[in-house]
Protein backbone atom coordinates (compact mmCIF):
# COMPACT_ATOMS: atom_id res chain seq x y z
CA UNK A 1 0.00 0.00 0.00
CA UNK A 2 1.64 3.82 -1.05
CA UNK A 3 0.58 6.56 0.23
CA UNK A 4 -0.49 9.52 -0.95
CA UNK A 5 -1.02 12.44 0.79
CA UNK A 6 -0.54 15.28 -1.85
CA UNK A 7 -3.07 18.05 -1.25
CA UNK A 8 -3.15 21.03 -3.88
CA UNK A 9 -1.42 23.74 -1.74
CA UNK A 10 1.84 21.09 -2.15
CA UNK A 11 1.47 21.19 -5.59
CA UNK A 12 1.43 24.88 -6.18
CA UNK A 13 4.15 25.69 -3.31
CA UNK A 14 6.11 23.56 -5.23
CA UNK A 15 5.84 25.36 -8.32
CA UNK A 16 6.07 28.30 -6.48
CA UNK A 17 9.46 27.62 -5.23
CA UNK A 18 10.51 26.65 -8.81
CA UNK A 19 10.03 30.01 -9.72
CA UNK A 20 11.28 31.85 -7.58
CA UNK A 21 14.58 29.56 -6.91
CA UNK A 22 16.38 31.32 -9.50
CA UNK A 23 16.80 34.39 -7.21
CA UNK A 24 17.80 32.86 -4.15
CA UNK A 25 21.12 33.00 -2.79
CA UNK A 26 21.26 30.14 -0.45
CA UNK A 27 18.44 26.97 0.85
CA UNK A 28 18.11 26.09 4.22
CA UNK A 29 17.07 22.36 3.99
CA UNK A 30 15.88 21.17 7.05
CA UNK A 31 15.28 17.44 7.87
CA UNK A 32 14.38 15.53 10.59
CA UNK A 33 17.61 14.41 12.98
CA UNK A 34 15.44 10.99 13.37
CA UNK A 35 14.92 10.66 10.00
CA UNK A 36 17.25 12.21 7.93
CA UNK A 37 16.64 9.77 4.81
CA UNK A 38 12.84 9.62 4.80
CA UNK A 39 12.69 13.18 5.19
CA UNK A 40 14.94 14.01 2.40
CA UNK A 41 12.11 15.00 -0.27
CA UNK A 42 13.19 14.09 -3.98
CA UNK A 43 11.61 16.51 -5.61
CA UNK A 44 13.58 19.06 -3.55
CA UNK A 45 16.72 17.51 -4.41
CA UNK A 46 16.02 17.82 -7.91
CA UNK A 47 15.03 21.27 -8.22
CA UNK A 48 17.66 22.69 -6.04
CA UNK A 49 20.78 21.35 -7.52
CA UNK A 50 23.63 23.34 -8.15
CA UNK A 51 22.23 25.90 -5.50
CA UNK A 52 24.35 26.73 -2.01
CA UNK A 53 22.37 23.97 0.25
CA UNK A 54 22.75 23.93 4.21
CA UNK A 55 21.03 21.07 5.52
CA UNK A 56 20.14 21.38 8.96
CA UNK A 57 18.97 18.01 10.90
CA UNK A 58 16.47 19.64 13.05
CA UNK A 59 14.70 18.27 16.48
CA UNK A 60 18.29 16.71 17.28
CA UNK A 61 16.82 16.55 20.90
CA UNK A 62 14.55 13.97 20.10
CA UNK A 63 16.59 11.77 17.74
CA UNK A 64 19.06 9.16 19.28
CA UNK A 65 21.83 10.92 20.50
CA UNK A 66 24.20 8.24 19.13
CA UNK A 67 23.28 8.27 16.04
CA UNK A 68 22.95 12.02 15.73
CA UNK A 69 27.31 12.60 15.06
CA UNK A 70 26.87 9.23 12.76
CA UNK A 71 24.75 10.91 10.69
CA UNK A 72 26.87 14.87 10.37
CA UNK A 73 29.49 12.13 8.52
CA UNK A 74 27.63 10.62 6.96
CA UNK A 75 25.65 13.65 4.96
CA UNK A 76 29.12 15.48 5.07
CA UNK A 77 30.18 13.15 2.50
CA UNK A 78 28.06 15.48 0.11
CA UNK A 79 30.25 18.31 -0.46
CA UNK A 80 27.86 20.02 -1.74
CA UNK A 81 26.39 20.99 1.39
CA UNK A 82 27.18 22.33 4.72
CA UNK A 83 25.61 20.37 7.33
CA UNK A 84 24.70 21.30 10.68
CA UNK A 85 22.64 19.31 13.46
CA UNK A 86 20.12 21.59 15.46
CA UNK A 87 17.56 21.99 18.04
CA UNK A 88 15.54 25.30 16.97
CA UNK A 89 13.85 25.52 20.81
CA UNK A 90 16.86 26.67 21.56
CA UNK A 91 18.81 29.56 19.81
CA UNK A 92 22.44 27.87 20.41
CA UNK A 93 22.99 27.11 16.25
CA UNK A 94 21.69 30.70 15.66
CA UNK A 95 25.17 31.89 15.09
CA UNK A 96 26.62 29.06 13.59
CA UNK A 97 23.93 29.15 10.97
CA UNK A 98 24.39 32.91 10.15
CA UNK A 99 28.29 32.63 9.77
CA UNK A 100 27.68 29.93 7.00
CA UNK A 101 25.17 31.60 5.48
CA UNK A 102 27.90 34.58 5.25
CA UNK A 103 30.64 32.32 4.29
CA UNK A 104 28.35 31.16 1.04
CA UNK A 105 27.41 34.69 0.17
CA UNK A 106 30.44 36.56 0.89
CA UNK A 107 30.75 37.89 -2.59
CA UNK A 108 27.43 39.62 -2.86
CA UNK A 109 27.60 43.09 -2.34
CA UNK A 110 25.11 46.11 -1.57
CA UNK A 111 22.03 43.05 -1.93
CA UNK A 112 20.01 41.43 0.55
CA UNK A 113 20.78 38.00 0.65
CA UNK A 114 17.99 35.36 0.20
CA UNK A 115 17.91 32.14 2.01
CA UNK A 116 14.40 30.15 1.36
CA UNK A 117 13.80 27.63 3.77
CA UNK A 118 12.46 24.10 2.76
CA UNK A 119 11.63 20.49 3.95
CA UNK A 120 8.73 18.47 4.01
CA UNK A 121 5.80 19.26 6.47
CA UNK A 122 6.12 19.65 10.33
CA UNK A 123 10.25 19.47 10.03
CA UNK A 124 10.04 22.55 11.92
CA UNK A 125 11.14 24.95 8.92
CA UNK A 126 9.13 28.09 10.14
CA UNK A 127 10.33 27.52 14.09
CA UNK A 128 13.67 28.06 12.61
CA UNK A 129 12.60 30.99 10.95
CA UNK A 130 11.33 32.17 14.61
CA UNK A 131 14.29 31.26 15.86
CA UNK A 132 17.10 32.82 13.67
CA UNK A 133 14.76 35.94 13.63
CA UNK A 134 15.01 35.92 17.63
CA UNK A 135 10.86 36.50 18.32
CA UNK A 136 7.76 34.73 17.00
CA UNK A 137 6.95 35.41 13.65
CA UNK A 138 5.84 32.79 11.78
CA UNK A 139 2.89 30.56 13.15
CA UNK A 140 4.43 26.76 13.63
CA UNK A 141 2.34 24.01 15.50
CA UNK A 142 2.79 20.26 15.77
CA UNK A 143 0.66 19.49 13.40
CA UNK A 144 1.60 19.62 8.95
CA UNK A 145 0.56 21.89 6.75
CA UNK A 146 0.33 24.63 8.94
CA UNK A 147 2.22 27.15 6.51
CA UNK A 148 0.03 27.66 3.52
CA UNK A 149 1.61 29.91 1.62
CA UNK A 150 5.53 31.68 1.23
CA UNK A 151 6.30 34.18 3.99
CA UNK A 152 9.27 36.58 3.73
CA UNK A 153 11.07 37.60 6.79
CA UNK A 154 13.92 40.46 7.35
CA UNK A 155 16.42 39.80 9.36
CA UNK A 156 18.44 42.84 10.35
CA UNK A 157 21.51 41.63 8.96
CA UNK A 158 20.59 41.98 5.10
CA UNK A 159 19.56 38.33 5.31
CA UNK A 160 16.04 37.94 4.31
CA UNK A 161 14.60 34.53 5.07
CA UNK A 162 11.63 32.66 3.02
CA UNK A 163 9.72 30.43 4.85
CA UNK A 164 7.49 28.09 2.34
CA UNK A 165 4.74 25.35 3.03
CA UNK A 166 6.15 21.65 3.83
CA UNK A 167 6.09 19.63 0.45
CA UNK A 168 5.61 16.01 -0.13
CA UNK A 169 5.66 14.14 -3.43
CA UNK A 170 3.12 13.19 -5.66
CA UNK A 171 2.91 9.07 -4.29
CA UNK A 172 5.38 7.43 -1.36
CA UNK A 173 6.00 4.21 -3.07
CA UNK A 174 7.81 2.44 0.09
CA UNK A 175 5.05 1.42 2.83
CA UNK A 176 7.57 1.94 5.94
CA UNK A 177 8.77 5.59 4.28
CA UNK A 178 5.19 6.21 4.62
CA UNK A 179 4.83 5.18 8.34
CA UNK A 180 8.03 6.51 9.41
CA UNK A 181 6.54 9.89 8.05
CA UNK A 182 3.58 9.71 9.56
CA UNK A 183 5.42 8.63 13.08
CA UNK A 184 6.78 11.87 13.29
CA UNK A 185 3.50 13.84 12.08
CA UNK A 186 4.98 14.90 8.92
CA UNK A 187 1.30 13.08 7.02
CA UNK A 188 -2.26 14.43 8.12
CA UNK A 189 -3.67 11.88 10.30
CA UNK A 190 -6.62 11.38 7.92
CA UNK A 191 -4.14 10.35 5.84
CA UNK A 192 -2.38 7.47 7.88
CA UNK A 193 -4.86 6.24 10.69
CA UNK A 194 -3.57 5.97 14.05
CA UNK A 195 -4.22 2.20 13.64
CA UNK A 196 -1.88 2.04 11.24
CA UNK A 197 1.33 4.26 12.51
CA UNK A 198 1.15 2.35 16.22
CA UNK A 199 1.91 -0.77 15.20
CA UNK A 200 4.45 0.48 12.98
CA UNK A 201 6.45 2.10 15.86
CA UNK A 202 5.76 -0.67 18.41
CA UNK A 203 7.44 -2.68 15.95
CA UNK A 204 10.26 -0.89 15.26
CA UNK A 205 10.79 -0.21 19.30
CA UNK A 206 10.55 -4.35 19.26
CA UNK A 207 13.43 -4.31 17.42
CA UNK A 208 15.65 -1.56 17.99
CA UNK A 209 14.54 -0.47 21.20
CA UNK A 210 12.61 -3.38 23.70
CA UNK A 211 13.41 -1.46 26.99
CA UNK A 212 11.69 1.53 26.17
CA UNK A 213 8.32 -0.43 26.72
CA UNK A 214 9.32 -1.95 29.45
CA UNK A 215 10.47 1.25 31.02
CA UNK A 216 7.59 3.81 29.89
CA UNK A 217 4.68 1.17 30.29
CA UNK A 218 5.92 -1.47 32.81
CA UNK A 219 5.17 -4.23 31.20
CA UNK A 220 7.41 -7.71 30.45
CA UNK A 221 6.92 -8.07 26.81
CA UNK A 222 7.89 -11.73 25.92
CA UNK A 223 6.10 -11.37 23.02
CA UNK A 224 7.30 -9.91 19.31
CA UNK A 225 3.98 -9.52 17.90
CA UNK A 226 3.47 -6.28 17.86
CA UNK A 227 -0.25 -6.22 17.56
CA UNK A 228 -0.28 -8.43 21.07
CA UNK A 229 1.81 -5.76 22.69
CA UNK A 230 -0.77 -2.92 21.83
CA UNK A 231 -3.38 -5.47 23.02
CA UNK A 232 -1.43 -5.87 26.68
CA UNK A 233 -0.52 -1.46 26.45
CA UNK A 234 -4.67 -1.31 25.69
CA UNK A 235 -5.63 -3.26 29.40
CA UNK A 236 -2.98 -1.64 30.44
CA UNK A 237 -3.93 1.93 29.83
CA UNK A 238 -7.71 0.92 30.38
CA UNK A 239 -8.26 1.35 26.43
CA UNK A 240 -11.03 -1.36 26.68
CA UNK A 241 -14.43 -1.03 24.59
CA UNK A 242 -18.35 -1.73 25.30
CA UNK A 243 -17.87 -5.71 26.02
CA UNK A 244 -14.42 -5.77 27.17
CA UNK A 245 -12.37 -5.70 23.79
CA UNK A 246 -9.45 -3.57 23.79
CA UNK A 247 -9.71 -0.37 22.00
CA UNK A 248 -6.94 -0.59 18.92
CA UNK A 249 -8.03 3.10 18.07
CA UNK A 250 -7.87 4.40 21.46
CA UNK A 251 -4.10 3.53 22.64
CA UNK A 252 -2.88 3.47 18.86
CA UNK A 253 -3.72 7.22 19.79
CA UNK A 254 -1.95 7.47 23.00
CA UNK A 255 1.01 5.60 21.86
CA UNK A 256 1.24 7.83 18.30
CA UNK A 257 1.04 11.04 20.71
CA UNK A 258 3.73 9.92 23.39
CA UNK A 259 6.19 8.77 20.41
CA UNK A 260 5.70 12.11 18.51
CA UNK A 261 6.32 13.64 22.28
CA UNK A 262 9.41 11.93 23.16
CA UNK A 263 7.93 10.32 25.87
CA UNK A 264 9.19 6.31 25.11
CA UNK A 265 12.19 7.66 24.31
CA UNK A 266 15.05 9.63 22.05
CA UNK A 267 14.06 7.36 18.87
CA UNK A 268 15.23 7.38 15.88
CA UNK A 269 13.48 5.70 12.74
CA UNK A 270 16.11 5.79 10.45
CA UNK A 271 19.08 4.18 11.66
CA UNK A 272 22.89 5.13 9.73
CA UNK A 273 24.53 2.00 8.09
N1 LIG B 1 11.43 19.15 20.33
C1 LIG B 1 11.52 19.93 19.24
N2 LIG B 1 10.41 20.38 18.64
C2 LIG B 1 10.55 21.17 17.55
C3 LIG B 1 11.82 21.51 17.02
N3 LIG B 1 11.61 22.29 15.93
C4 LIG B 1 10.28 22.41 15.79
N4 LIG B 1 9.63 21.74 16.76
C5 LIG B 1 8.17 21.60 16.91
O1 LIG B 1 7.71 20.91 15.76
C6 LIG B 1 6.42 21.36 15.35
C7 LIG B 1 6.46 21.79 13.90
O2 LIG B 1 7.21 22.97 13.77
P1 LIG B 1 6.96 24.02 12.58
O3 LIG B 1 8.05 25.03 12.70
O4 LIG B 1 5.56 24.48 12.56
O5 LIG B 1 7.24 23.06 11.33
P2 LIG B 1 7.17 23.44 9.77
O6 LIG B 1 8.27 22.68 9.11
O7 LIG B 1 7.17 24.91 9.59
O8 LIG B 1 5.77 22.79 9.38
P3 LIG B 1 4.78 23.15 8.13
O9 LIG B 1 4.65 24.64 8.04
O10 LIG B 1 3.50 22.50 8.53
O11 LIG B 1 5.40 22.53 6.95
C8 LIG B 1 6.06 22.50 16.32
O12 LIG B 1 5.24 21.95 17.34
C9 LIG B 1 7.40 22.92 16.90
O13 LIG B 1 7.28 23.44 18.22
C10 LIG B 1 12.99 20.99 17.68
O14 LIG B 1 14.15 21.20 17.29
N5 LIG B 1 12.77 20.19 18.77
MG1 LIG C 1 5.79 26.15 8.72
Not at 3 to 18: D, L, N
Not at 118 to 141: D, E
Request: net charge positive.
Amino acid sequence: MSIQWYPGHMRKATREMTKILSSVDVILEVLDARAPISTSNPVIQEITQGKPIITLLNKSDLSDPSYNDQWIDYLKQDKQKQTLLINAMTNESCKKIIDLISALTRKKTGKNTLVMVLGIPNVGKSSIINMLAGRKITKTGNEPAITKGQQKINLRNSIMLLDTPGVLWPKIEDPEHGLKLAAIGSIRNTAVAYDQIAPYIIKSLLQKYPDTIKNRYKINVSSSDEYEVLEILAKKRGCISRGGVPDFNKISEIIVDEFRRSLIGRISLDIPK
